[in-house]
């Protein structure tokens, strides 16, 4: 996985899969790899489009697809309960770095819902009833995402969610002193302090929950 | 409270209010230096000195009275005026002198034609908005933060300061001018004409000018006070009249030949196809190859590397004008990272050897005594590259063709002017098997706005080809990030 060869790696996870391997088998083995990716690329040695690459292969081996928007990019735990709920923001299309991201959270075994693009506030509302998901990450890169994410917290707001969960912005679209003023709880310029946030909020809520 | 801000090299004081932006200041004052991120804090480039520190002007807030010293003017940029050469039968929609614009969003040139359609002055500058920022994003975010007016009124401000230049050249009169013709990217229109691009922000990003029209040209700018304003429609929110008038002026679009016409600016945009058929796309590629986010980027202004040659086992680098160099420009770049490629000193993975010079903990390859090229300028060149290179790739297979069809390329734009071929085929900006069909066209855009300024037909056939040329939105599409990824590599 590590090495992003494709064609091996499929012909790879057939075979196991015919000798009997199990899907969370499977995932445990290619997130080994993932993990890998993640740290050459945080050495400089890989760049996004290694990243890019690995969120493909990692779905391609593993079949998945988005099937209406939403994609579970999870190890099963629970149907009904979530980490973290990902889209990029109503107004805007651009997938790349919201997957990305999603990949290596994904490979810091923390379990996402992937609202996908175009995600308007209230299925961000509707996501966070659904999937009890104790951290929301808006992505945007267009110009418009600030206000996009802006309108997305107070409809989390006034829907009476707000003190359930911690919002992570992030995307070319914003900036932090815009994230501030959106009203979120974070705001991640890069990929790498992005991760190591979602992980220190989750151990938080973990501690707090006893 | 009011503080006194004085401007000790250009020995004028101007007000402020407590709390004020610097930046803000001085872009009302029109005396802001450059700031590509467009006051962001992240591109550093708007640095003057405050009381004797050097701070960034967008992170500088006003407090007190302060001194402050600008930078030097960094050089007039050398603005690309050539253009492509195609003639038409003159039969202008008013007679009297002709005008003819092009609104890039870092240049503005400008064309005067007498009635016979002859050329008899050019002039280019900088755009007036780059304190706004480098890249239609930032100005656009701009627009819609309530600046809207101070924009428009800067580019018009440009195109009158064009308007004089080029009649003083010519010893004409501004009020015998019968026709102004304009083209430009899409941001570019609708703020020259005053229309809040808001359509820009967010999707389907949709044309507001999707007609071509006519209107009395001193509505926009009263010294045009007897001429008629021709506007060139827009293809998309991101493909623009600009590109049209591309299309117009190389004639693709009744050659049978295949041709791939890039025209990279700002932001790049192609069109692929041929008399039958095309298509075009637009890539957020440009401003990295502009000097933006690149460590010692610049334009291609006296002072700056704009090639790289490899002669005996080292770099050598020829800069503008002659003087020590200052910076980089994107052609510069481009040669020297093809022969980093040659030299094995970057691997696929763009990553600079483990053997290269350290400067900051990062990465670099010295080009001079003063200047370098850092692993995170490869980086950025890598995502323009990626991305081109993938648009290239989609249009292709929308048409159903392999890219080895393409009979030709054209690179419009200043910066098609000078780039090496090789150099670019090496890095895979456009792909290899390409080597060979490239041809530079000059500022093809420019040309275009000249047809329609000539002759009422040519302006007349921007409508058709609006319609025919079919938009391919690359985000959209689910190849895109594969063939993103793939192309970033070398």
Redesign the interface.
């Known amino acids: 996985m590590s090495n992003l060869d494709e064609a091996k790696l499929l012909t790879l996870a057939e075979e196991l899969r015919r000798e009997g391997c199990s899907r969370l088998e499977l995932v445990d083995m290619l997130l080994v790899g993932m993990r890998l990716i993640g740290l050459r690329y945080e050495s ?7 990243l ?2 690995s969120g ?1 292969i990692f779905r391609s081996v593993l079949g998945l697809t988005e099937a209406e928007g939403i994609s579970v990019l999870s190890k099963g735990r629970s149907a009904l309960h979530t980490d973290i709920l990902i889209g990029t923001v ?7 770095g919201k ?1 990305i991201f999603s990949s290596m959270l994904l490979a810091n075994e923390m379990d996402i819902i992937d609202l996908g693009v ?1 995600v308007s506030p209230e299925k961000f509302v509707e996501g966070i009833k659904k999937y009890h998901a104790s951290i929301v990450v808006m992505e945007g890169t ?3 995402a600030a206000e ?1 994410m802006r309108r997305s917290i107070q409809a989390i707001e006034r829907a009476g969610l707000r003190g359930q969960v911690r919002i992570l912005l992030g995307g070319s679209g914003i ?1 932090q002193e815009a994230a501030h003023q959106a009203g979120a709880d974070g705001y991640s310029s890069d990929f790498v302090s992005g991760v190591a946030l979602c992980k220190r909020w989750l151990e938080q809520a973990g501690d707090a929950n006893g | 409270m009011v503080h006194r801000i004085w401007i000790k090299n250009l020995g004028l004081a101007v007000q402020a209010a407590d709390g004020a932006n610097l930046l803000d200041i001085l872009r009302h004052e029109g005396l802001a230096p450059e700031a590509p991120c467009g006051g ?1 804090g ?1 591109c550093k480039k708007c640095a003057v000195a405050v009381d004797g520190i050097e701070q960034l002007a967008c992170r500088t807030t006003v407090k007190g009275d302060m001194t402050v010293v600008l930078p030097e003017k960094s050089g007039r940029a050398s603005v690309l005026v050539s253009g492509c050469g195609v003639s038409s039968e003159m039969d202008p929609i008013c007679p009297g002198y002709l005008l003819a614009f092009d609104i890039g969003t870092t240049t503005i040139v400008c064309y005067l034609l007498d009635e016979n359609g002859t050329e008899l002055a050019a002039a280019g500058m900088l755009n007036p908005q780059a304190p706004f920022g480098a890249d239609v ?2 100005r ?2 701009h627009a ?1 933060s309530g600046t809207m007016e101070r924009l428009t009124s800067c580019i018009r401000g440009g195109l009158e300061e064009l308007t004089i230049q080029v009649c003083r050249k010519a010893g004409i009169p501004a009020d015998q001018i019968g026709v102004v013709s304009v083209v430009g990217n899409p941001c570019m229109q609708q703020l020259f004409l005053g229309i809040l691009p808001q359509n ?4 389907p990003f949709a044309p507001v000018i999707t007609m071509s029209s006519v209107c009395p040209a001193k509505d926009v700018l009263p010294l045009w006070e007897n001429a008629l304003l021709l506007t060139v429609p827009d293809i998309s929110g991101y493909v623009g009249a600009d590109t049209v008038g591309c299309v117009l002026a190389t004639r693709m679009y009744e050659d049978e030949r295949l041709t791939l016409m890039v025209d990279i600016g700002t932001n790049g945009e192609m069109v692929l196809g041929n008399r039958d058929r095309m298509v075009a796309c637009s890539t957020a590629a440009g401003p990295a190859l502009e000097g933006a986010g690149i460590k010692f980027g610049m334009h291609g202004a006296p002072g700056a590397i704009d090639h790289v040659r490899l002669s005996g086992g080292a770099l050598h680098v020829s800069v503008i004008g002659d003087e020590p160099a200052k910076g980089i420009c994107g052609s510069g770049l481009i040669d020297a990272i093809a022969h980093l490629l040659e030299l094995g000193l970057v691997d696929m ?3 600079l050897a483990a053997s290269s010079d350290h400067i900051d903990g990062e ?1 670099v390859v010295r080009l001079t005594d003063t200047i370098y090229i850092t ?1 995170n300028d490869i ?1 950025e060149v ?2 323009a590259k ?1 991305a081109i290179a993938a648009g290239i790739t989609l249009m292709a297979n929308q048409l159903g063709t392999p890219v080895s069809e393409i009979d030709r390329v054209l690179l419009a734009g200043a910066f098609g002017s000078f780039l090496q071929p090789e150099s670019v085929c090496r890095i895979g900006l456009l792909p290899p098997v390409l080597l060979g069909k490239i041809q530079a066209v000059g500022n093809a855009a420019g040309s275009g706005a000249k047809l329609a300024a000539c002759n009422r037909r040519e302006f007349a056939r921007t409508d058709e080809l609006v319609k025919k040329i079919q938009f391919l ?1 690359l ?2 599409l689910p190849d895109f ?2 063939k ?3 192309n ?2 070398f």
């Open positions: 400089g040695e890989y760049f996004i489009a290694d890019i690459m493909i109503e107004g805007d299309i651009h997938d790349i997957d175009d267009m110009v418009f996009s900036y | 962001r992240s994003i930032s656009i975010q819609l820009l922000a967010s999707v993975r763009g990553r990465r692993q980086r890598q995502m990626g939105e985000a959209s990030r594969h993103f990824a793939m970033m590599r």
